[in-house]
């Protein structure tokens, strides 16, 4: 079980990385096959993965944090979700220019389950929740780096990336619960788009005020 829940954490790190070159040889060789995957991949790769890894018994669910939760992790949820709701809707447009300009909010939502991909096997492979959520972490991070250096693109080494999994295993570890992990990272997904699209209009008059 543990060299499957390996294999399958190593294809969504590597997918990333090896998608341009994947991609240019699929695209002349199917190119209407291509275009209709294209939409695609943000779920193939956030959902897909992880699904076939539970799907197929490759990871305990309770590890993944589908079940077998604390029952006490909605209450302790609750107050915690408030509290990053709160600095969220106060500081929500400070918070906001963490994010590119262009996110959308359902599109980074999806890399949740991969994020728990990531946790669950390092929960499977060292037998500790902590120790394990940080190995999650850590395969995060070298998903998002391995990315940045294969699309060679500045703006790829957006910090928005590492910093949600780092907000997401702060979660998990406190909760065990994906589904609240999840929960409170799509509500503060939305708070900082409404933020982002709310700051627009002024700084669209600040710099039309600059303008000669």
Same mark, same amino acid.
């Given at each position: 079980?543990?060299?499957?829940?390996?294999?399958?954490?190593?294809?969504?790190?590597?997918?990333?990385?090896?998608?341009?070159?994947?991609?240019?040889?699929?695209?002349?060789?199917?190119?209407?096959?291509?275009?209709?995957?294209?939409?695609?991949?943000?779920?193939?790769?956030?959902?897909?993965?992880?699904?076939?890894?539970?799907?197929?018994?490759?990871?305990?669910?309770?590890?993944?944090?589908? @079940?077998?939760?604390?029952? $006490?992790?909605?209450?302790? +949820?609750?107050?915690?979700? &408030?509290? !990053? /709701? #709160?600095? *969220?809707?106060?500081?929500?447009?400070?918070?906001?220019?963490?994010?590119?300009?262009?996110?959308?909010?359902?599109?980074?939502?999806?890399?949740?389950?991969?994020?728990?991909?990531? @946790?669950?096997?390092?929960? $499977?492979?060292?037998?500790? +929740?902590?120790?394990?959520? &940080?190995? !999650? /972490? #850590?395969? *995060?991070?070298?998903?998002?780096?391995?990315?940045?250096?294969?699309?060679?693109?500045?703006?790829?080494?957006?910090?928005?990336?590492?910093?949600?999994?780092?907000?997401?295993?702060?979660?998990?570890?406190?909760?065990?619960?994906?589904?609240?992990?999840?929960?409170?990272?799509?509500?503060? /997904?939305?708070?900082?788009?409404?933020?982002?699209?709310?700051?627009?209009?002024?700084?669209?008059?600040?710099?039309?005020?600059?303008?000669?």
């Amino acid at each position: 079980m543990i060299s499957e829940a390996l294999a399958w954490s190593a294809l969504a790190i590597l997918a990333p990385a090896l998608a341009p070159s994947v991609a240019r040889r699929f695209e002349t060789r199917w190119p209407r096959a291509f275009a209709f995957l294209v939409p695609l991949a943000p779920w193939l790769h956030g959902v897909a993965i992880a699904y076939l890894a539970l799907f197929l018994g490759s990871l305990p669910e309770h590890d993944f944090g589908l @079940r077998g939760f604390p029952p $006490l992790s909605w209450a302790y +949820a609750l107050p915690i979700g &408030a509290l !990053g /709701l #709160a600095v *969220a809707r106060w500081a929500g447009q400070y918070l906001a220019l963490f994010f590119e300009e262009d996110y959308d909010p359902w599109l980074r939502w999806l890399d949740e389950p991969r994020f728990a991909l990531y @946790r669950a096997t390092g929960i $499977l492979l060292l037998g500790s +929740a902590p120790l394990g959520i &940080a190995i !999650g /972490l #850590a395969m *995060a991070i070298a998903e998002w780096a391995l990315r940045a250096f294969a699309h060679q693109v500045p703006r790829r080494f957006h910090p928005e990336p590492p910093l949600r999994a780092l907000l997401s295993a702060t979660l998990f570890l406190l909760t065990r619960n994906f589904w609240a992990t999840a929960g409170m990272q799509l509500i503060l /997904l939305l708070l900082l788009a409404r933020a982002r699209t709310a700051a627009r209009p002024s700084t669209a008059r600040s710099d039309a005020g600059r303008a000669p």
